[in-house]
């Protein structure tokens, strides 16, 4: 079984500010780990992923995560927020491996406000 | 490629009555699931589809039925709708594990049940 906590479901920072989700997980086996961010009255978007290999992802608009399995981390993060950055951020897990329920496990959720 | 199709966009039920929710995906994925999302609470897995034919029981199944029609189709039925199924519903696909992990979603639909 896995699990995500995602700390603060509010997560405000000013226009240019480095930016900090984070995300804890839990699973029994290797897990690949994802961020998805969704815009209002959106679908989910994929902004980046963990599979195996390199522990620092980078994904799209300029935002990476490290994996850290020592912590069970996977913190998203952004070194300038932008205006247009501002969204609900999902931190999602499945197992490496098949067995038990498919599907992804999510989080509940990141609000990130940006203030000009 | 239209990617993952959902219709309606939105829905307004009254209790008790029935409705389907249609989803579609022309990636050739094997794997499909319905989701939905709730404030506060992420998204949650109703059901799952690994392949043609088979379906799979997620973390919130009550109140729904599924059917893979085929490759393509993936559809959620509620058969007497509940104020507690007022939610946005998402459907994704995935390709064969071993080429990708991440899933592709729909742009949801929003149902109301009064």
């Known amino acids: 079984a896995q699990s995500v906590t995602q700390l603060g479901s509010h997560v405000s920072v000013s226009e240019g500010a480095l930016v900090l989700l984070r995300c804890n997980y839990s699973?029994?086996?290797?897990?690949?780990l994802f961020w998805y961010v969704q815009y209002p009255n959106q679908g989910l978007q994929l902004l980046l992923k963990?599979?195996?290999?390199?522990?620092l992802v980078k994904g799209i608009n300029g935002f990476e995560a490290e994996f850290k399995k020592s912590e069970t981390s996977f913190h998203l993060t952004k070194p300038s927020a932008h205006m247009s950055d501002a969204a609900e951020y999902f931190c999602?897990?499945?197992?490496?491996?098949?067995?038990?329920?498919?599907?992804?496990?999510f989080g509940k959720g990141t609000h990130l406000i940006i203030q000009p | 490629n239209a990617g993952v199709t959902q219709t309606p966009k939105f829905q307004v039920l009254k209790t008790g009555q029935s409705m389907t929710l249609q989803c579609a995906q022309d990636m050739n994925h094997n794997s499909m699931y319905w989701y939905r999302q709730d404030p506060g609470m992420g998204l949650r897995l109703i059901y799952y589809s690994a392949s043609e034919g088979t379906t799979d029981k997620g973390e919130v199944p009550n109140g729904y039925n599924v059917s893979r029609l085929n490759k393509r189709e993936f559809s959620l039925r509620l058969e007497s709708a509940a104020p507690s199924q007022t939610s946005v519903y998402f459907c994704a696909s995935r390709p064969p594990r071993g080429i990708s992990y991440e899933q592709y979603f729909g742009p949801g639909t929003r149902l109301t049940v009064t």
């Open positions: 999602a897990v499945t197992p490496y491996s098949g067995g038990g329920a498919d599907g992804l496990t």
């Open positions: 699973s029994s086996v290797p897990p690949y």
């Open positions: 963990y599979t195996t290999g390199a522990t």
